[in-house]
């Protein structure tokens, strides 16, 4: 699980907490952009193309609360997923 929001100064924290409930990472990114890569990254276990980076910080990010929310490694696949549903029904 991912639970991250926007500091004062416009970067990114990220807690990684475990399905325990334990924190195991903190993650500190420079930006949306840079966040979007990090979670793509983590999810996968590749970095994600530039493009599907710039989409998810498009259509997921820039909606979520900017003081905060919590996302898990599942929902940024299932986003994925339903990306690649949608370029194959085009």
Do not use: N
């Not at 970067?11 to 952009?33: I, M, N, T």
């Not at 997921?60 to 003081?67: A, H, K, M, Q």
């Amino acid at each position: 699980m991912y639970v991250a929001g926007w500091e004062e100064d416009g970067r990114v924290g990220v807690d990684v907490v475990d399905d325990r409930g334990v924190l195991s990472a903190r993650w500190e990114c420079g930006d949306e952009g840079a966040l979007a890569v990090a979670l793509l990254s983590d999810a996968t276990g590749h970095r994600p193309k530039e493009a599907t980076a710039t989409a998810f910080r498009r259509e997921v990010l820039s909606l979520l609360p900017r003081d905060g929310f919590a996302m898990s490694s599942q929902e940024v696949c299932a986003w994925l997923l339903i990306r690649a549903i949608e370029r194959l029904e085009r």
